[in-house]
């Protein structure tokens, strides 16, 4: 897909347009879910910048696309031909990459606060790993 406007060109009326032509509120469900989502991919975003791991920096990157495809999905109500959807073959391998991850990783004992730098903010990475 190329696109060659930033804009919509349709005012603020307080809503946002969706994949099928309708308009909800921006204050809506909908649409904060799919702030949410945006922001995460933010975070990851941030924490691909951070780290220098090739295999989670692959990961990453399927991470932040398969986010895209759940934040298409999210704006596009009912049947649409054609639209991105999340399939279950997305989230097993999800589900298998935080597995995989977690197994690597001493048992938590607490909870962690994230800080010191910005992969350790991002995704909690210790400081030593980046």
Same mark, same amino acid.
């Given at each position: 897909? !190329?696109?060659? !406007?930033?804009?919509?060109r349709?005012?603020?009326? /307080?809503?946002?347009?969706?994949?099928?032509?309708?308009?909800? %509120?921006?204050?809506?469900?909908?649409?904060t879910?799919?702030? +949410?989502i945006? +922001?995460?991919?933010?975070?990851v /975003?941030?924490a691909?910048?951070?780290?220098r @791991?090739s &295999? =989670?920096l692959g !990961?990453?990157?399927?991470?932040? #696309?398969?986010? @895209?495809?759940? /934040?298409? &999905? =999210?704006?596009?109500?009912? +049947?649409?031909?054609?639209a991105?959807?999340?399939?279950?073959? $997305?989230v097993?391998?999800?589900?298998?990459?935080?597995?995989?991850?977690? %197994? $690597?990783?001493?048992?938590? #004992? %607490? @909870?962690?606060?994230p800080?010191?730098?910005p992969? =350790? @903010?991002?995704?909690? =990475?210790?400081?030593?790993?980046?």
């Amino acid at each position: 897909m !190329k696109l060659t !406007k930033i804009y919509t060109r349709t005012g603020d009326q /307080g809503t946002a347009g969706l994949v099928d032509g309708s308009r909800v %509120s921006k204050s809506s469900l909908r649409m904060t879910a799919i702030g +949410e989502i945006d +922001e995460a991919n933010a975070t990851v /975003g941030l924490a691909m910048a951070a780290l220098r @791991f090739s &295999d =989670v920096l692959g !990961k990453l990157i399927r991470i932040q #696309n398969d986010l @895209f495809d759940l /934040g298409a &999905d =999210v704006a596009t109500p009912g +049947e649409v031909d054609g639209a991105l959807r999340i399939i279950a073959g $997305q989230v097993t391998r999800l589900e298998q990459e935080i597995d995989e991850m977690n %197994s $690597q990783l001493q048992p938590l #004992n %607490s @909870f962690i606060l994230p800080s010191g730098s910005p992969p =350790v @903010f991002a995704m909690g =990475v210790p400081p030593s790993e980046c």
